[in-house]
């Protein structure tokens, strides 16, 4: 149904009408239907009076002081009870999002943050096995750009993102550590100097990664350019050209999850490692958060630090 089929119906406040119509019929009064409903009786006639106009046929009629329905009355209470029906299972299927017991959740994480965000979207489905959930994982410029369109629920960037009429809210510590394998030449040393870094085979993350960004913030604020051997476009990829010795990268502490590392890498003794840093959760200023967004919200900012405590102890 087209909205110039139904303008008539869109003019005068239709629905408190339908209601005091719907009494009416059910009731067999106006007087009885308007004392139902809270209102007086020139204010019910005013609404009758206006039904009848919208409609254009005469709806009832009235011998004694009973009232009869026309045969477009009979329809439109038929039609009335059709459209109540309608609007009670509205009230059900929203009531249940309300209670978050059911609905759609999409969150687009950094590739980073899929070392742990999986499992803490999984510790919310547990909390609501009705809901139905999606994650996926982009670079930070995809994040960006899918931000600006407002194609998800919420955004977990493993960097602040620097971005206008965007709310953002730190999530958990991430913490940025030189990664190596346990066998590399620097792995028992202590206190390395940065300038010692910048001489070593670099793995560096593409082009639009927040990684790559932030590593090379590091190297620019130190005044130096890293040796970069490779270019890889994800963190598997890097962890494997780790272990394949072909150099050294500056990565979160969580990229192996909330689990800790494999003894076939080494966090390496740099200076002024590990790095401070923070996973936030964004989204859109003027986005209307749905109940399961502000749900997960505020169950993320408690279970995401549970998590890492369980893991990795207070130290």
Known sequence: MTRSTIHRYLRHGTLPQLRLFEAS????????????????????????????????????EQVGKRI???????RLHA???????????????????RALEQGRFQLAVSTTGMGFAPRLLGAFVE??????????AHNRQTLVERIARNDDDL??????????????????????????RDDHPLAQARAIPFERLAEEPFLLREEGSGARRIAMRLFREHGLTPHVRMELGTNEAIKEAILAGLGVTIMS??????????????????????????????????????ALARAFLDFARVRAKEMVLDSFGEG
């Open 25 to 60: 019929a059910r009731l067999g009064s106006f007087t009885q239907a308007a004392q139902e409903l809270h209102l007086s009786q020139p204010a019910a006639s005013v609404q009758m009076k206006k039904l009848t106009e919208t409609v254009g046929v005469p709806l009832f």
């Open 68 to 74: 009869h329905f026309t045969e477009a009355g009979h």
């Open 79 to 97: 039609g009335c009870q059709e459209i109540f029906r309608v609007f009670a299972a509205l009230e059900e299927d929203l009531s249940s999002l």
């Open 127 to 136: 909390q609501h096995p009705g809901v139905q959930t999606a994650i996926q």
């Open 155 to 180: 955004y977990l960037f493993a960097d602040a993102p620097e971005l206008e009429d965007v709310i953002v809210q730190e999530l958990l510590a991430n913490p940025l550590v030189v990664l190596a």
């Open 253 to 290: 502490r969580y990229t192996f999850g909330l689990d800790p590392e494999s003894a076939r890498y080494r966090c390496l003794d740099v200076v002024g490692f590990p790095i401070e840093n923070h996973w936030y959760l964004a989204y859109p200023a003027s986005k209307q958060l749905s």
